[in-house]
């Protein structure tokens, strides 16, 4: 079974935090395999770190699969209950200087990765002993709104609160990160996410790379102090590029592979940075791969490609053949040509494959097969579009949505799709020298078209469901979502996590369609993301006893708040069969729209041999760690973010 092999395979890895020198044996990297020679518009700039001379020497840390500290069966559904706590720690990234600190999950980076099995409820127990406010998004699931991660529903420093999740979607490559209000950025960066699979024993008869073969890579990049401590990212307001990639939380790393075939899992958990990842061979040539799956879980069939864009927030799971490079370097690398994106002297590569002479294990090393997932829950096709949203500076803040941004209580809620229904939202690049991943909550995305710029749709990005969708400058893109199965308030928002905090995140609101009668009665009372019944606890001791920890799980449980999803879907589609789809519900108080402003800018084609030129040297970063957020002790949150104590009127 997937989720045990995988476990095998993760355990086995030095964790993060406790690097074991692990260098490669007979230092076999070939010159001819490192991208960046001759060309690299990002050749001579730095954005101040200390030089890095120890590329492709420490091995890919793979960390530590998550432990639950309680199970239980609650009406046929298993359960399983975890405990996960945000916590200072340090770790040397500069072998030659002195440790960096980081703030994550249980002391890692990633956090634990979660093994999931698809039809597993979970409870997460996050305890916040870090050093500022902190909120859990699961980024990828359909959660009620109450355990969603809302920005404004945070824990305070010495707070914990028990999310509790679905995980009966399809298999699919998801992570769990911060999401606090107007610090989401140095959250994440400084070490607040986390890799969370939901795996399908039903997937084994595909006979796709499995156990040790597959490996979960979370690419980001950082900036360095002189002293190896990491550098402040919120200096610069329009994006963060840092001059440093890590996969893994390792700079640089290298992994020793066989001669066969992998499938890996790629997570861009940048807050700012696209790449178009490639693998290149030792005499330069690229490599196929086929593309398996995105966001949303598998394709309906393999795309094969020889280059990979990806964007903050977004997975891709792709499959690698080395089969023909045995004894050979395969490096990863990346040829972002977009200008906007900032690029340094070795932003071109991510990491290296050193690739074995002998296979261990020839098991699920076969062809990939020509369909994957036949069962793509396409949402119902609609050519009205129903929203057109600019994502754009200037309005309410520096970075905003149809100039409203998040702390415009009265205004955010900028559509109202009712319960089940199915709309055609288009969302446009109208401001910004700046990229702009676009992130709805909640739903499952089908990328419809895409205008404007120089790209067009890319084959993977339309191949399955997705919950990001990149916008360059001067792009139009229309997405098409199911809006449901639950009714709430969620967000959506820019994933250049810099934009976001900055405030380009506004609210849509899934109303309730009172037709359903009362036998969904269990899964319509979470709509508020801040309902008091389940908002952060001050920690006690007592609460975390054995005996109080099964009395919660069993509390949440017995709501019955997942488990009638698929009548509920069912019985949604049967309505708006004989009803229809009428429009949304009563907007109530009308958006502000600020004009669109064109940035101007336009976009090279990311696989274009020629790179752009000239491009402006960011300013040496401050070197001191900024104070933001709350400390603990502060006010109650709902008072600090302005959101009233009652239901709102923007409901």
């Not at 960390?63 to 975890?82: D, K, L, R």
């Not at 008869?205 to 499995?210: K, N, R």
């Not at 990979?308 to 050979?328: H, M, N």
């Not at 129903?386 to 955010?412: E, K, S």
Request: negative net charge; charged residues 15%.
């Amino acid at each position: 079974m997937l989720g045990s092999l995988f476990t095998v395979a993760l355990v086995a890895t030095t964790c993060v935090a406790q690097r074991s020198g692990g260098r490669p044996q007979g230092g076999r990297t070939n010159a001819a395999s490192i991208p960046g020679q001759g060309g690299w518009r990002g050749q001579g700039q730095t954005a101040g770190s200390p030089t890095y001379n120890y590329m492709f020497q420490y091995t890919l840390p793979l960390g530590s699969i998550a432990v639950p500290s309680y199970t239980t069966n609650v009406n046929g559904v298993p359960i399983e209950y975890y405990e996960v706590t945000i916590e200072a720690f340090q770790a040397q990234m500069y072998p030659d200087l002195g440790p960096a600190n980081f703030v994550g999950y249980n002391g890692t980076v990633p956090g634990p990765t979660f093994m999931i099995k698809r039809g597993t409820e979970t409870v997460v127990r996050f305890l916040n002993k870090g050093t500022v406010s902190a909120a859990v998004h699961l980024h990828g699931s359909y959660t009620h709104a109450a355990w969603d991660g809302w920005a404004a529903d945070e824990m305070e420093v010495g707070q914990w609160k028990d999310y509790y999740y679905p995980n009966s979607e399809n298999a699919r490559s998801i992570w769990y990160h911060d999401h606090a209000d107007g610090h989401t950025a140095p959250d994440a960066y400084y070490g607040q996410s986390g890799i969370y699979i939901i795996y399908d024993p039903e997937e084994d008869a595909l006979g796709l790379p499995s156990g040790k073969y597959d490996v979960p890579l979370a690419i980001s990049d950082k900036m360095y102090q002189s002293n190896g401590d990491l550098a402040d990212p919120t200096g610069n307001r329009m994006s963060f590029w840092g001059d440093i990639i890590h996969v893994n939380n390792q700079p640089w790393p290298f992994m020793a592979t066989e001669p066969r075939k992998y499938r890996f899992r790629v997570y861009d958990m940048s807050l700012s940075r696209p790449y178009d990842l490639y693998f290149v061979a030792p005499d330069g040539s690229w490599l196929d791969f086929v593309v398996i799956g995105s966001d949303s879980g598998l394709f309906g069939g393999p795309v094969k490609t020889n280059d990979l864009t990806i964007s903050p927030g977004e997975r891709y799971e792709i499959v690698v053949d080395f089969g023909k490079f045995a004894g050979q370097n395969i490096t990863l690398g990346n040829k972002m040509a977009q200008q906007q994106v900032q690029e340094f002297q070795n932003t071109d590569k991510v990491m290296l494959f050193q690739v074995g002479e002998t296979v261990s294990d020839s098991s699920n090393n076969g062809d990939v097969p020509s369909v994957l997932n036949p069962n793509i829950q396409w949402p119902e096709k609609r050519t009205t579009v129903d929203h057109v949203f600019n994502f754009q500076m200037g309005g309410d803040n520096m970075w905003t949505i149809n100039g409203i941004d998040f702390n415009n209580v009265n205004n955010r809620v900028l559509a109202r799709p009712p319960q089940g229904t199915v709309e055609l939202w288009e969302v446009r690049h109208t401001g910004g020298p700046a990229i702009h991943p676009v992130h709805i909550h909640l739903v499952n995305l089908q990328v419809v078209s895409r205008s404007g710029g120089s790209r067009g749709l890319l084959p993977y990005e339309t191949a399955g469901l997705k919950d990001v969708v990149l916008l360059e400058p001067g792009e139009i893109v229309q997405v098409l979502a199911y809006y449901g199965p639950w009714n709430g308030l969620y967000m959506f928002h820019c994933h250049n996590l810099i934009h976001e905090d900055h405030a380009m995140m506004d609210v849509f609101n899934v109303t309730l369609l009172e037709e359903m009668g009362y036998d969904y009665n269990s899964t319509t009372s979470y709509a508020d993301p801040e309902d008091t019944r389940f908002i952060a606890t001050d920690y006690n001791e007592d609460a975390f006893s054995d005996d109080s920890v099964a009395s919660a799980v069993n509390a949440l449980a017995n709501l019955n708040a997942y488990a009638p999803v698929n009548s509920l879907i069912a019985a949604q589609d049967a309505h708006y069969a004989t009803a229809g789809y009428n429009g949304e519900a009563a907007t109530g108080a009308p958006s502000q729209t600020a004009a669109p402003e064109s940035s101007g800018y336009g976009f090279a084609t990311s696989t274009t041999a020629e790179f752009a030129s000239g491009f402006t040297t960011m300013p040496t970063p401050t070197m001191a760690r900024p104070t933001y957020g709350r400390q603990g002790g502060g006010q109650n949150n709902r008072v600090a973010n302005n959101v009233p104590t009652g239901r709102p009127t923007w409901w």
